[in-house]
C-alpha cells in the first residue's frame, strides 16, 4: 500500500488560528481587560498630543437605573464619533457624565427613608441621595464599557461633584450679577403629586378627560351703558372652561376689544335673559347651551365691555370685565373666565389692572376657601378637596345656583408632568425667573435681547438634521421667562440671603464668591448647616429697605440649569477640554459637538444655548445632531407595561456587544429606529459573514510577510490592481460617511464589499490561484499583497463600529514592524496609500469585463441547471472581437486574467469579424451581452481534467504516481520542492 501523500494535501489552503466561532459574550470581557492593561484610553491621549482638536461634549444621562436601548444607540453613536475623529488624525477626548441632581432620585430615596427621613438633618438626607446616584453611575459605567465605548470612565463628570455644584451655583450668580434673575409671583407649571414647580422642558402633553362647562355670569353694572336696548335687562354673560376647580380662583371676564359682541335675547318673552357672546360664535354657543330661538337685541365692540362688572357664579365677589388681546373666536363664548393665580395669560391681565393673584390651592392641590367671599355658615364643600377631586363638587354647586348651562367630557390634550406622568396646574407662587427679554449687548455693542441673541445664535450652528434648527428657534421665540427654581433637597442650592422685611436677596460679589468656595470646599451640603450663618457681616442692611435680618432661600436650582451649564463647568475647565475649548470660544476653527435624541431640543441643546449666550454671548456648541427615538417592530415607543423594550446588557451578554454595535451602525439614527430580539438576531448574522470574510482573508494570508513579500503596486496583476482601486474607492467613501455621521451607510457598503465584491466574487475566483500555485509565486503574492492591503483597511475602517472583533483581527494580521499594539491607536487608512493611481478611471475600465461574466455566468447557470455541466472550470470560452474591442479584451484592462476572472478552463480571445463563419454552433452557445463588436460563446472544456487543480488543459501527464496533472501544478509541485512520489516497492507502478 502507497504511502505518498494525497494529491490534495499539495493543495495550499487557508489557514488562520482567527476562530469562525466568536463567542463574543466571553470574549469580549477579556480584550476589554487587555485594553485596561494597555491604558488604551490614555494611549490614545497621548496620540493626540499636537493634532487638530475635535470636542464631543456629553450630555449626562441620568444616573436611577440600569440602560435601556436608547442610552446604548446615543453611547453607540458617540462611541462611533469619538473614534472616528481619533482615526481621522483628531485629537478627540471623551469625558462622560452623569446628570446626579432631580426628583425622581429623591424620591427614591423617600421611599426608602420614609417617616424616618423627616428625622434626619438635611446633609443626611442629601448624603443618602448621592449613594443612591452614585450606584447608578457605577452600574451605567459598567454597562457603558462592557459595550466597548472609549472614554475617560475612571473620572466622569458628575452634577452631584462638589466642584460641579460649585460651578452650578457660579453659573447662577454670574446670571444674577448680570440682572438675568428676578424673583415674583407668577403662575408656572405645577406638579402637585410632586409639590413642585416645572419649567416648559419639564412638560409633556397627553391625552385627558377634564370636564367642559358653560357657565353664566350675571352683568351687575349698569346694562344700558352698554347699549341702550340692554337698559333694564338681566343681562349675563357666558364663559366656557375645562376647569371648573379654577372658577374659586375667578376675577374677571376678559373680551376681546375688537371682536364684534351680540346681545342675544333666549326667547320671545320679555323678561327673557340676555346673553353676551362673540358675534362669531353666537350660534355655536345658542346650540351648545340650549338657548332655543334667540333674538339679537345689539351689537357692539367688546371694548365697551371694559370695567363692567358681574357677580360670581356662587361666591360674593364682584367680577370684572377685561381687555385681552388673547381671546379668541375657534372655541368657547368668546368671554375668558381669568383666574390671575392659575394661568399666565390671566396673570398678567390681573397685573394690568390690579387684581388678587393670591393661590389658595396649595402645593398638593387642595383648594382652600377665600373667607372673604364666603359667607355661608359651614365650609364650602370644595374646601380641602384635591382639585380633580373639586371639579364634580364645582360642576354641581353651578347647577345648584342655576349659573350652569351645559356641560360634558371633554378629551383633549393637557400638560403632564414628564417624570411621573400626572396632570399638572397653573399655580401662582413666588419662584425664580432667567427673563428672556433682558437687554444684552452684542459683540458691536448694539443693544437687543437675551431671546433675540439666543435665536441669532442658532443661525450660526450647524443642525442635522437640518430641521432641528427651526424646532429651537421657535421654542426660544415663544417659550415664557425660564423658571429656574424647584421645592426640593436634592439639587443645587439657590444660595441667596432674602431680606426678612422686603423679600429682596442680598446682591454682593464678593459674598458670592465666598459661598462658592464654601461649595467647592464642602458641596451644596454645606448651605444647609450652620457653616454658612457668619457669611453675612453682623451690621448687614438691605439695599433696599434697610432691614437688618436675613434669610436663606429654600429653593434648589432646575436641574436643566445643572446640566445645560455643563459647558461651564467641564468644557470650559477640565484639563483635557479647556484648551480646546476656549480654541473654539475663541473662533480658532476647533468643532465642538452636542448629540442626542431630539427631545434635548427643548432640554439639553435649549439650556445649554441660553446659559452659554447669557454668559459668553454665543452658542456652546458648532454643530448639534439628533437621534430618533428607539421603536418595536410595529411602530410602538418601548416601555416596561408594554414588555417590548430591548434590554442591551441582556443582548451584549447573550449575542454580544459587538451585535449592539452594529444594529446601533445599521440604521439612519436621524429617523426613529425599530429594535427588537428578530432585529437584533438579523445583525448577528450579518455579524458572522463580516466574520467569515476576515477569517477568509486571514487565512489566505497564511505564510505571507508583508515586510518581504508585498509586490509593488505597478507589479501587480491586472485583477489584483482592480480589487486596489475598488478598496480606495471604497475607503474614500466611508471616510466621507464617517465625517458626515453616516454611519448606516458605513454598514451597508462595507457589508456589500465583504459579500459581494470579496466573497462572491475576488475571493472566489482567486482560489485556482491561491490553491493551486507555488505559495512563493509572483501571482499568488500579487493576490496576497492585495488581500493583505484589504484586509488591513477593512480592519481599521471598522474599527469604530466592530470595535472588537477589528483589534481581534488586528492581532492576526501580519504586520510591519513598528506597527501600533491596537487598531484603535492607528488611524484610517489614507486612500492614496491604499492604490496610488487613478481608481475612478480604472474601475471604469473594468465595467466592460463585469458585463461579460456576468452574462457569462448566467449562461453557465443554466447549463447547470440542465446538467450540461457539472462546475463552470467544464467549460471554456470563445470570444471574438473586433478591432477595436480586442485590445481592451487582450491587454489594457484584462490581460491574461480572464480565465480567472470567468472561473472557467480557458478562454481565447480571436479578432474576427465574422465569428458565425468559423463557430459550429453544435459545439458552441452564443452569450447574450448586448455589447457591440463582441461575440462570446461557451463550449465545452477541451484538453484534459488535471486531477490537481480540476481545470480542464492541453496537456496532463504523471507526476511520479499522481496521474493525470497539468503542466502548470508540474510547476507548481517542482517550485514547492515536492518531489514526485514513487509507488512503495513491491507495488505496480
Known amino acids: 500500500m502507497s504511502s505518498a501523500p494525497e494529491l490534495k494535501a499539495t493543495l495550499t489552503l487557508p489557514q488562520t488560528a482567527f476562530p469562525m466561532k466568536a463567542n463574543l459574550p466571553q470574549n469580549e470581557p477579556l480584550r476589554l481587560a487587555r485594553w485596561a492593561s494597555l491604558r488604551l484610553y490614555d494611549e490614545l491621549r ?17 444616573a436611577n437605573g440600569p440602560l435601556h436601548l436608547g442610552h446604548a444607540l446615543n453611547k453607540g453613536l458617540k462611541d462611533f464619533v469619538v473614534k472616528s475623529k481619533t482615526m481621522a488624525g483628531f485629537d478627540s477626548p471623551y469625558v462622560p457624565g452623569f446628570d446626579c441632581h432631580g426628583l425622581p432620585i429623591e424620591i427614591k430615596v423617600d421611599e426608602q427613608l420614609g417617616r424616618k427621613k423627616l428625622e434626619l438633618p438635611a446633609a443626611a438626607v442629601l448624603d443618602a441621595c448621592r449613594a443612591y446616584a452614585q450606584k447608578y453611575v457605577d452600574l451605567q459605567t459598567s454597562q457603558f464599557e462592557r459595550l466597548g465605548c472609549f472614554g475617560r470612565w475612571d473620572k466622569p463628570y ?7 455644584e460649585a460651578k452650578t451655583l457660579e453659573a447662577f450668580y454670574g446670571f444674577l450679577e448680570k440682572g438675568f434673575v428676578y424673583r415674583g409671583l407668577k403662575p408656572v407649571y405645577w406638579c402637585i403629586h410632586d409639590r413642585t414647580a416645572l419649567a416648559e422642558a419639564e412638560v409633556e402633553y397627553e391625552m385627558h378627560t377634564s370636564p367642559s362647562v358653560y357657565v353664566r355670569y350675571r352683568l351687575t ?13 338681566e343681562v349675563y354673560t357666558i364663559i366656557w372652561t375645562t376647569t371648573p376647580w379654577t372658577l374659586p380662583a375667578s376675577m374677571a371676564v376678559a373680551f376681546h376689544p375688537d371682536f364684534e359682541y351680540v346681545a342675544l335675547q333666549a326667547g320671545d318673552a320679555a323678561d327673557a335673559p340676555v346673553y353676551i357672546v362673540a358675534a362669531e360664535l353666537a350660534a355655536q354657543v345658542a346650540a351648545a347651551c340650549t338657548l332655543g330661538e334667540t333674538v339679537e337685541l345689539a351689537r357692539f365692540k367688546g371694548a365697551v365691555l371694559d370695567r363692567v362688572t358681574f357677580k360670581h357664579p356662587f361666591l360674593d365677589r364682584s367680577v370684572l370685565g377685561v381687555l385681552a388681546n388673547y381671546v379668541t373666536a375657534d372655541t368657547g363664548t368668546g368671554a375668558v373666565h381669568t383666574a390671575p393665580s392659575h394661568g399666565a395669560e390671566d396673570f398678567y391681565t390681573g397685573q394690568r389692572y390690579g387684581l388678587d393673584a393670591t393661590t389658595r390651592v396649595d402645593a398638593t392641590g387642595h383648594i382652600h376657601v377665600d373667607e372673604s367671599v364666603w359667607k355661608g355658615e359651614a365650609a364650602p364643600p370644595f374646601e380641602g378637596k384635591k382639585v380633580w377631586a373639586a371639579n364634580p363638587i364645582i360642576v354641581a354647586m353651578l347647577e345648584e345656583s342655576g349659573a350652569l348651562l351645559a356641560t360634558a367630557d371633554l378629551n383633549h390634550s393637557y400638560p403632564h408632568c414628564w417624570r411621573c406622568h400626572r396632570p399638572v396646574i397653573f399655580r401662582a407662587t413666588e419662584q425664580w425667573f432667567i427673563g428672556l427679554e433682558t437687554e444684552v449687548e452684542r459683540e458691536d455693542g448694539s443693544k437687543t435681547t437675551f431671546r433675540q441673541l439666543s435665536i441669532e445664535e442658532i443661525d450660526k450652528v450647524v443642525w442635522d438634521p437640518s430641521w432641528g434648527k427651526e424646532r429651537i428657534t421657535n421654542m426660544i421665540a415663544t417659550r415664557p421667562d425660564w423658571c429656574i427654581s424647584r421645592q426640593r433637597i436634592w439639587g443645587v442650592p439657590i444660595a441667596v440671603f432674602l431680606c426678612e422685611g422686603c423679600n429682596q436677596p442680598v446682591l454682593d460679589a464678593a459674598l458670592n464668591r465666598r459661598i462658592v468656595g464654601l461649595f467647592e470646599n464642602e458641596g451644596a451640603e454645606a448651605w444647609h448647616s450652620a457653616a454658612t450663618d457668619g457669611l453675612l457681616a453682623d451690621d448687614a442692611a438691605c439695599a433696599h429697605c434697610g432691614g437688618k435680618k436675613f434669610r436663606k432661600e429654600t429653593d434648589i436650582l432646575d436641574v436643566w440649569f445643572d446640566s445645560g451649564t455643563s459647558w461651564f463647568a467641564v468644557a470650559e475647565s477640565d484639563p483635557d477640554l479647556k484648551d480646546a475649548y476656549t480654541a473654539f470660544q475663541n473662533n480658532e476653527g476647533v468643532p465642538v459637538l452636542y448629540l442626542e435624541g431630539g427631545d434635548q431640543h427643548r432640554g439639553w441643546f435649549h439650556s445649554s444655548l441660553l446659559t452659554s449666550v447669557a454668559l459668553r454671548g454665543r452658542a456652546p456648541y458648532s454643530h448639534v445632531s439628533t437621534a430618533g427615538w428607539t421603536l418595536d417592530e410595529q411602530g410602538r415607543a418601548m416601555s416596561k407595561s408594554l414588555g417590548n423594550g430591548v434590554d442591551p446588557v441582556d443582548i451584549a451578554n447573550r449575542l454580544g456587544g459587538e451585535i449592539v454595535r452594529l444594529w446601533v451602525a445599521s440604521i439612519d439614527f ?51 490592481r482592480y480589487m486596489l482601486a475598488r478598496t480606495r474607492e471604497l475607503t474614500e467613501k466611508v471616510l466621507a460617511w464617517y465625517a458626515a455621521f453616516e454611519f448606516h451607510r458605513v454598514y451597508h457598503a462595507v457589508n456589500d464589499f465583504a459579500v459581494v465584491d470579496l466573497s462572491n466574487f475576488y475571493i472566489d475566483v482567486l482560489k485556482d490561484r491561491m490553491y493551486t500555485f507555488a505559495p512563493t509565486s509572483h501571482s499568488r503574492r500579487s493576490a496576497q499583497t492585495v488581500l493583505w492591503q484589504i484586509a488591513e483597511a477593512l480592519a481599521r475602517l471598522v474599527a469604530p463600529i ?7 483581527v488586528w492581532d492576526y494580521l501580519p504586520a510591519l514592524e513598528g506597527r501600533e499594539a491596537s487598531v484603535h491607536l492607528a488611524q484610517f487608512p489614507k486612500p492614496e496609500e491604499v492604490f496610488s493611481g487613478n481608481a475612478t478611471a480604472l474601475i471604469r475600465q473594468w465595467k466592460l469585463a463585469f458585463v461579460i461574466r456576468e452574462s457569462v455566468l448566467r449562461t453557465l447557470e443554466e447549463f447547470r441547471q440542465d446538467k450540461k455541466i457539472g462546475k463552470a472550470l467544464d467549460a471554456d470560452v470563445l470570444i471574438y472581437a473586433d478591432d477595436k474591442m480586442f485590445p481592451y479584451l487582450r491587454h489594457d484592462t484584462c490581460g491574461d486574467n480572464l480565465k480567472e476572472f470567468l472561473n472557467v478552463s480557458k478562454v481565447n480571445v480571436n479578432l474576427h469579424p465574422n465569428p458565425d463563419a468559423v463557430i459550429d454552433p453544435a459545439e458552441s452557445t452564443l452569450v447574450p451581452t448586448g455589447i457591440v463588436g463582441l461575440r462570446v460563446y461557451i463550449c465545452p472544456a477541451s484538453g484534459s481534467k488535471c486531477a490537481r487543480c480540476w481545470n480542464f488543459m492541453p496537456e496532463v501527464s504523471n507526476y511520479g504516481i499522481w496521474e493525470n496533472v497539468c503542466t502548470r501544478c508540474h510547476g507548481a509541485l517542482t517550485e514547492m520542492g515536492i518531489e514526485p512520489p514513487q509507488a512503495d516497492a513491491g507495488e505496480p507502478a
Open 802 to 808: 466592530l470595535s472588537f472583533t477589528a483589534d481581534e
Open 158 to 164: 458628575k452634577t452631584m461633584a462638589r466642584d460641579y
Open 46 to 62: 497621548k496620540a493626540g498630543v499636537g493634532r487638530p482638536a475635535y470636542i464631543l461634549h456629553d450630555g449626562p444621562p441620568y
Open 670 to 720: 436621524r429617523e426613529d429606529m425599530a429594535a427588537s430580539e428578530n432585529l437584533m438576531q438579523r445583525c448577528a448574522d450579518i455579524y458572522r459573514k463580516l466574520r467569515n470574510t476576515f477569517k477568509i482573508l486571514l487565512g489566505n494570508l497564511n505564510g505571507f510577510d508583508p515586510v518581504r513579500d508585498r509586490v509593488s503596486e505597478g507589479e501587480l496583476l491586472p485583477l489584483d
Open 221 to 233: 353694572s349698569d346694562a344700558g351703558a352698554i347699549a341702550p336696548a340692554l337698559e333694564g335687562r
